[in-house]
């Protein structure tokens, strides 16, 4: 029992590899029914979430509050996922918002930006020119990274996020699919209780998230949650007692603490 995260690049073969590896582990495939669940649990529109997850977030939509409930309504429901097992999960930040769970495997697949375009003109029959198809490429890649730093402040491509980094110009769909599957074989990747219960953290946080996006008196706070065994912190500036409040109602909570950020100190003065 475990959960793979996989990160990809357009053209890559992501989808393939993820998709014959859940069947190969009997383990759901999941995708774009993040986008479903999260509209199903919490009301979302679905056309709405799915332009934010296809693209960073326009200058307007980031202090827009209705912006932050959809987006921490995905990362609820792929921790929802997570928290179900035996999963392989296509993208939207599952290596930043599942680390440090020892049972999740993190994945990335990655190819030549020239490689990845010829598998598009392949697979479109020719329809599109290499050129156009460079330009797409380009601008899928951009703006992936461009939202994965928008949303959690990383950089895609950083290779500590990963557990396995593939290369799929040296490494067939087979060959990958094997060698994650040895992995996911070995006992480091087994859901234990320890990994359960960081997994519950990690949940329990996220539904925090999302109330506080929604109610109208904390919608606005910027606000930083945690969860360990039950015990919540809330951290932020200002009045938090309306964040207190409404993460004391939600199931799970035994106790909710509250901190201020810690000040980054002054910098001596140039000699």
Same mark, same amino acid.
């Given at each position: =029992? ?11 073969g ?23 669940e ?11 979430l ?11 939509q ?16 792929l ?10 999960l ?8 599942l ?15 020239e ?17 156009r ?7 899928? !890649? ?5 939202r994965?730093r ?13 557990d ?13 699919? !094997?060698?994650?599957?040895k992995?996911l074989?070995q ?11 960081l =997994? ?7 539904r925090?998230?999302?109330e ?12 930083k ?5 039950g015990?919540v ?5 200002? !009045?938090?007692s ?13 106790q ?5 950020p ?8 140039a000699?």
């Open positions: =029992m475990a959960v793979v995260t996989m990160s990809s690049e357009i053209g890559s992501a989808s393939e590899i993820g998709a014959a590896l859940a069947q190969r582990m009997t383990y759901r495939f999941v995708d774009r029914e993040v986008i479903s999260a509209a199903r649990r919490y009301g979302l529109v679905e056309a709405k799915a332009g934010l997850d296809e693209r960073k977030p326009s200058l307007f980031r202090f827009d509050t209705e912006t932050r409930r959809y987006i921490v309504g995905t990362q609820a429901a921790c929802a996922y997570a928290l179900e097992d035996d999963v392989v296509m993208g939207r930040g599952g290596q930043w918002l680390r440090g769970i020892p049972h999740v495997l993190r994945v990335r697949v990655t190819a030549p930006l490689v990845r375009v010829q598998r598009l003109a392949e697979q479109g029959g020719g329809r599109q020119s290499l050129r198809l460079l330009e797409l490429a380009r601008q899928d !890649d951009a703006g992936r990274a461009g994965t928008y949303l959690y402040g990383i950089e895609i491509d950083d290779a500590s996020l990963y396995v980094i593939i290369n799929t110009a040296t490494l067939t769909v087979g060959t990958a699919v !094997d060698m994650l599957a992995a074989g006992p480091e990747l087994t859901t234990t209780d320890v990994g359960r219960a =997994m519950q953290d990690r949940m329990l946080a996220t925090i998230d999302v506080l996006a929604t109610n109208p008196k904390t919608r606005k706070l910027t606000v949650v945690e969860a360990q065994d015990v912190t809330l951290e932020g500036t200002g !009045d938090l309306h964040g207190e409040r409404v993460a004391r109602t939600i199931v799970g909570v035994k909710v603490r509250l901190r201020a810690e000040k980054t100190p002054a910098s001596p003065p000699q």
